[in-house]
């Protein structure tokens, strides 16, 4: 059927694009099997979902039965639910995060972070464990697997934090492609792109692309350290799984290389440049759409700021509550500003709230960023979020606090486009000096709508370019021309080490027979010196 | 200008499409200088001046008087002149083709073989010096020069095989775009893409992207010989340029670094995959069109063959006459087939031409290979009739010569698409064999329908890309975002070979450390031990 359609594509291409114009559900439908992420990744990932959905393709979404965020039934998928608690407790990381916050603000011994630590990676460490008993659940169901044999995926697409989807794309030999930022050891285009230390920095390092010889020592010990947690922290978990349903011959590493196509969730307005491969395909920004109108009460909260306009703030889903001092001293700066405010908390309401405050549950985070009052965001700094304040060319003062946060601002901070305040020691002091110096340099707001006009200007939206690859992979049953097998190599011939050194053996053994040559001629012409003499 | 259109593009999309569909011609028009280099690589560059004037762009073309492909007048460019012997000589290119035929086939001594290709190194060296000149001779044209300034151009486009463009970039602060397959020192790629040599075969190799252990070592010689090449036949002729015109700072090598966009002409349904950069846009087969009708009595001719089909046969523009006994030969063979066929060809009629066979001094071949009858190409391999090829899914029967002539048409033999025949060797018999293998062998056409289906399935035309990617360099004054300034590390920091001797280092001092203090003790504990013996 996609054969037909490609035919139609190739030979009467206007035909073709006003069949698309005309009617996008039209399109010929693929096939395609989610294992998704649970939590924030799900958002994302449903996006692509919807958008699958409504171009016309069958998107079976594979879930636990504990998942809060992925539901069984969707207008837009069908779902395959496994009777088993997929170990994303989101409750675990609110707390945790709660708990880092008070310690750090407490300043506590380093003796009790440790511990905190060490307790998030015993559960990181358990919540493998769980993914990988729910791989087995996943293969021992015979029926369920026969299922999803005659059920012809055209392919699997996986956020590859779990290597569960790309285990069963390589077992039943089906198209492989990832909705990506990291992979389990980091982020994503160091499993397949060459990754100069020098210029390429880790996750977590809060580095740029320029670094100091000592900031370079420190993106090669955090590189040895993603390389030691993959070691001793995951693969454990998955290889026992890998050798009984894949054989000996697997290696979860070459699982992740072999995917026909990686949809990044960055581009190079949010990210540094660094060396990349053909079936990496860019789609940050992919969530962002034009802003929508406001409801009623908020556009009228909005518009009575008048001149001096509106800041919003959210810390995303995984802060409930702030330590109650905290509160206050935002809530107590915010009072300060002629500006109107916008805050999503769930908390108890800070006493030294003020009028211009509005505290609110949830809000239109999208539409309200691109509403013309809107003057700043205070972020927590995930993902999608700067993305969305890049698109609507809103500048930040960020509050980051765990994960890839830090580094996501610190990438916006670099480019002048926003301010990062340190959340554990802040006061209302510095929080206000924060705010004030975003909005009243307008340097800020400048850069960050330099950033805009960039990540607008491309040739295709950033959906619609991961919508096209994905079909792509459907059309041609993969993008093989586009992956490169060196992976394969043992590490010694992708290095040249092999060559080199054997080269180096090569000059050294005749250097050798030359210097031995040398000898024994020397010693020939003393003995016959020597036989003259005597 | 382009601010305003950019404007109305972010606010009013709708009108902007419109405006660009209805009259693309009223983009508002960027000022483009352009260097171009002379011979096949001209008929390149002048598809995209075409095409930047249709977009209503304004091109200057600076050339030398000496040109013979490059028209002093043209309706799509003004030019820009300069009285100089450019060092392009068609005709001692024409002629190095010929002798090295001659020799290879009649066996000649290891020695003429050296003495020939030494006069070419000669000859290169010689076109390089003349190119330096050319350039003296520009930045001493002081109102020459005054008059670029004024000018106000957006962006210098070139191909980097002559440094000029990049030169005159740099002088004047200008964005630089690339029109490239190679640069003065190798495969595009190489200058600033990770290019590990375990996987990434250098051109002139004849290798593919899965290698030996003695194929890989072949590779790291030819980098080594590439490398030899540049410091001393290439480096030597503009150092002294450089230094006089943009300073003691700038090297070489990172003029060409530094540039804003690499529009490749190839892709990687042609090429193997390999690492890439953000700032590289794939273009390959840019220059090809659907075919339009041929006149009357080609279409004639074509009709005629019946159910057998149409071989056509061009050795492109650098083989002006075949040694006889070749050109016998291959009529002979041609003369065996029920096929009729077309042959490009400007030397004598050969005795053996049977009357299936159509000599012709031109011939439409894009027009040709877009014909149904067409079954098979015979070629030699340049990158422009590879991708012409591709692009109509003919199969191809290789003849290389020079140049990427045999690596161009390897990649088409190693996936099924294509066959090489050794043009030394060749004789009427393995010719006429070769033919009717690839005529024969439904795969190889199946194949090169694969490839061309791949390579059709883009989210938009190589040209279209390649036109964007230049008005976006217009719009926002370069790309500096897309483009690693990694190149100015120097190479044991780009290689973290300083972070490893400082670790190895500090690793050894506390070694060595231990190690007294240890030896330090054990001699105080036997002075004791001794003490008490005595």
Request: glycine residues 6%; hydrophobic residues 45%; aromatic residues 12%.
């Amino acid at each position: 059927c996609i054969g037909q359609f490609f035919h139609m594509k190739m030979h009467w291409p206007w035909l073709w694009i006003t069949l698309c114009l005309l009617c996008p559900a039209m399109v010929c439908g693929g096939k395609v099997l989610v294992f998704p992420m649970d939590g924030s990744h799900w958002v994302n990932m449903n996006v692509i979902i919807e958008a699958l959905h409504s171009r016309g393709h069958q998107v079976s979404v594979v879930r636990s039965s504990s998942s809060w965020y992925i539901k069984e039934t969707s207008p837009f998928y069908t779902s395959i639910t496994l009777n088993i608690d997929s170990g994303f407790e989101e409750d675990f990381i609110t707390e945790f995060v709660g708990q880092l916050l008070a310690i750090q603000r407490e300043g506590k011994s380093f003796w009790t972070r440790y511990k905190l630590e060490k307790e998030q990676a015993e559960q990181s460490l358990e919540m493998n464990e769980k993914m990988s008993r729910m791989l087995e659940m996943l293969f021992e169901n015979k029926e369920l697997m026969q299922s999803i044999q005659d059920a012809k995926y055209d392919l699997v697409l996986t956020d590859p934090v779990s290597p569960i989807g790309a285990i069963v794309a390589h077992y039943f030999g089906l198209p492989l492609v990832f909705n990506v930022r990291w992979t389990s050891h980091g982020e994503g285009h160091f499993a397949i792109a060459p990754s100069p230390l020098s210029y390429v920095p880790l996750t977590g390092t809060e580095l740029s692309d320029k670094m100091s010889f000592f900031e370079r020592m420190f993106n090669v010990f955090m590189f040895s350290f993603w390389e030691y947690q993959l070691a001793y922290y995951i693969l454990p978990s998955y290889a026992g799984m890998i050798e009984k349903y894949l054989g000996p011959d697997i290696d979860y590493k070459s699982l992740f290389q072999a995917a026909d196509l990686w949809l990044m969730r960055v581009d190079f307005v949010f990210e540094f440049p660094r060396p990349t491969m053909p079936n990496v395909i860019y789609m940050g920004g992919f969530q962002c759409k034009p802003s929508k109108p406001l409801p009623q009460h908020l556009e009228d909260f909005v518009q009575s700021s008048g001149e001096h306009g509106v800041i919003i703030m959210s810390l995303g889903t995984l802060i409930a509550e702030l330590p109650r001092d905290l509160a206050d001293d935002i809530a107590a700066a915010f009072a300060k500003l002629p500006q109107k405010v916008i805050w999503r908390y769930k908390g108890d309401r800070p006493a030294s709230l003020g009028n211009n405050t509005l505290l609110v549950d949830w809000m239109p985070q999208t539409d309200l960023l691109g509403h013309p009052k809107i003057k700043l965001f205070v972020a927590h700094g995930g993902t999608n979020g700067v993305q969305e304040a890049i698109y609507h060319g809103v500048p930040i003062l960020g509050l980051p606090l765990i994960f890839d946060q830090r580094d996501n601002l610190f990438r916006i901070e670099v480019r002048g486009a926003g301010k990062i305040v340190d959340f554990f020691t802040m006061n209302e002091h510095t929080f206000l000096q924060g705010i004030q110096e975003v909005l009243n340099d307008p340097t800020y707001t400048t850069n960050m709508q330099i950033l805009s006009q960039l990540h607008r200007d491309q040739p295709m939206k950033p959906l619609d370019t991961a919508l096209f690859w994905i079909e792509f992979v459907m059309r041609h049953k993969g993008a093989a021309h586009l992956r490169t097998e060196s992976y394969k190599l043992p590490w010694y011939s992708y290095h040249s080490v092999d060559v080199i050194l054997f080269l180096v053996g090569v000059v050294l053994i005749i250097l050798g027979t030359l210097a031995t040559l040398i000898r024994c001629l020397c010693s020939v012409c003393l003995r016959k010196k020597a036989n003259v003499i005597f």
